[in-house]
């Protein structure tokens, strides 16, 4: 867990209005006889208004695979906001799922599944029209599913909005970043930051000042680095290198050139609680007054 950045939950999309439940919706993509091809079974199971969940189900009708990336696009705007049983991530339209590790194997024949929730924008929730795996396209003839927006012509309840259950064993995860911080330290700068989740103890990273790397070699065993020498206030990005292939960068770190984060106190008026207990009145401190968390660091 990193010691700096407190965990942001994704929330779930609430319903605004009425909406019709669509239940069973289902696009099948089947690929083409080749070396590698695939086909992807896209079911909507339910739905309400401004969100919507998902069930995906990949078979493998090529060699055996050992990890995967099923990447597709939508078409309304349509955007991913909680997932199991795989890593999901969305630039504009484009979607990319990655497995979660423990169902990174999927022999020839063999199937791989997993399930996200999404907001639409209540007019059109057009299926995905195809589907590539580890960059070979499913190709095939698809009937993309589109849903009624929601009725306004009589007054009727708002429905509760309903969310997929991930099935018994899956891994609800946070939707969490690397959460890189840099913080000053004697003549150098302390750059921290996440393993994630879905991340193995074999990973190791690179760590790039500007659009320099300033490790020799990969950075095993550990998730920080003292970057010895370094002006205050430069700019980091880490990047894990999984197989010997290096990975996108990380956002920017956050940084903390004095070595610490000051908190403006606040302190509340005196007065009486609920239950008749009263409260001293606070001694008066300057408007100044701060307290000050001093950054420190650990190693996942």
């Known amino acids: 867990m990193h010691p700096f950045i407190p965990r942001r939950r994704t929330a779930l999309l609430a319903a605004a209005s009425a909406a019709t439940l669509l239940a069973g919706a289902l696009t099948t993509v089947t690929a083409a006889a ?3 091809g695939c086909r992807v079974d896209y079911r909507i199971n339910n739905q309400w208004g401004g969100g ?18 099923l990447t597709w696009s939508y078409a309304a705007g349509q955007e991913v906001t909680q997932f199991w049983n795989a890593t999901v991530s969305q630039s504009g339209a484009q979607v990319t799922a990655r497995d979660a590790g423990y ?8 199937t791989a599944n997993f399930g996200f929730n999404a907001s639409w924008n209540d007019t059109s929730n057009p299926a ?5 795996l580890n960059g070979a396209t499913c190709t095939g003839a698809t009937t993309p599913t589109s849903a009624p927006p929601p009725t306004s012509a009589s007054p009727t309840p708002t429905p509760t909005p309903t969310t997929t259950t991930p099935p018994a064993g899956a891994k609800q995860m946070e939707k969490l970043d690397r959460g890189l911080v840099s913080v000053r330290s004697g003549s150098g700068n302390l750059v921290s930051w996440r393993l994630l989740g879905t991340e193995t103890s074999g990973v190791t990273f690179n760590l790039y000042r500007g659009g320099t790397r300033v490790n020799g070699t990969p950075i095993a065993g550990a998730t920080s680095y003292l970057d010895s020498g370094a002006a205050a206030g430069s700019a980091y990005t880490v990047r894990a290198v999984v197989n010997g292939a290096e990975q996108a960068a990380s956002a920017p770190a956050l940084q903390f050139p004095n ?7 606040q302190a509340p008026p005196g007065g009486t609680t609920p239950t008749g207990r009263r409260t001293p009145t606070p001694r008066t401190t300057p408007a100044s ?4 968390a001093t950054a420190a660091t650990s190693s996942c």
């Open 34 to 36: 080749a070396a590698t």
């Open 52 to 69: 919507f969940g998902a069930d995906v189900t990949v078979t493998n009708l090529g060699d055996p695979v050992n990890g995967w990336t």
């Open 103 to 110: 169902n990174a194997a999927i022999g020839t024949g063999g």
């Open 128 to 132: 995905p029209t195809s589907f590539a």
């Open 259 to 265: 070595g610490y984060l000051d908190v403006p106190i």
């Open 289 to 292: 007054a701060t307290s000050t």
